[in-house]
């Protein structure tokens, strides 16, 4: 689809923030794993008591919503290449990257939900 | 005599699309690359069942043995195995492209061999979970 005659409306912003974002959001996530895993090697915590009293702990609810929301946005980053990819019609690529953003703010407000009801 | 009016289409090279990718012999970069996509397309669609476990493993120490009692189920611990498959693919292989953006081993020989170390360590990491899911560890 065309906007006057020469801009086509693809979805990009043809810049470097998105390219940025989806790196450093990647080094979040992949950083709190290690943490996730040592915590885990440090507690001990295998059952449910010990499993439930980390993320009891405010700065573990902290770190992971984070962790999270990283992961939230490298997900949009990344799945909206797919449709830029192999979806061209704009109204059907549109649609489906206004469901992947719906989709991914409700996974965020259950993640908070899940998060602080521990 | 060919005029530029009347020369045949240039080719034109898009990506490949997801009905193509069988018939592609892909080189282990572009095969990394792919699984990259893939690992992390199945990852996002399985979101909202990741989120359930861990809501299960919290709330209280009921949910926590109602979860254990579902996840020995076979096809619940196969849906886990693909989770950790596609998140040790993605991880790894997010971590060869970090390198490559460094413009470490962006030559042909060593990215090739970078793109088997990939492999070399997501799959016998997937293969020892899978050990450990179905009781053999």
């Known amino acids: 689809m065309a906007i006057g005659s020469k801009r086509l409306v693809v979805g990009a912003h043809y810049g470097l923030g998105n390219w940025l974002a989806q790196r450093i959001s990647a080094l979040l996530i992949a950083a709190y794993f290690v943490f996730l895993l040592i915590a885990l090697l440090v507690t001990r915590s295998a059952s449910y008591e010990g499993w439930a009293g980390l993320f009891s702990n405010l700065w573990m609810k902290v770190i992971t919503l984070v962790a999270l929301f990283a992961l939230f946005y490298h997900a949009w980053v990344g799945v909206r290449d797919i449709w830029m990819d192999y979806v061209k019609p704009t109204g059907v690529r549109l649609g489906l990257q206004v469901l992947t953003v719906l989709w991914l703010l409700f996974c965020a407000v259950w993640a908070v939900q899940i998060l602080w009801r521990v | ?137």
């Open chain 2, 1 to 137: 005599m060919s005029s530029p009016l009347t020369s045949s289409k240039r080719p034109e090279f898009r990506n490949i699309h997801v009905t193509q990718i069988v018939g592609y012999r892909l080189p282990p970069s572009g095969l990394v690359s792919i699984m990259h996509r893939m690992s992390g397309a199945l990852l996002f669609l399985l979101l909202p069942w990741i989120l359930w476990l861990f809501d299960l493993s919290l709330i209280s120490e009921v949910s926590f043995a109602h979860l254990a009692r579902y996840a020995s189920h076979w096809l619940v611990k196969l849906g886990l195995l693909a989770v950790i498959w596609a998140f040790l693919h993605h991880l790894v292989a997010g971590l060869r492209y970090l390198l490559l953006d460094l413009h470490i081993g962006v030559e042909k020989e060593a990215a090739r061999r970078s793109a088997f170390a990939v492999y070399l360590i997501s799959l016998p990491l997937t293969l020892l979970a899978a050990l450990r899911l179905f009781g053999a560890v």
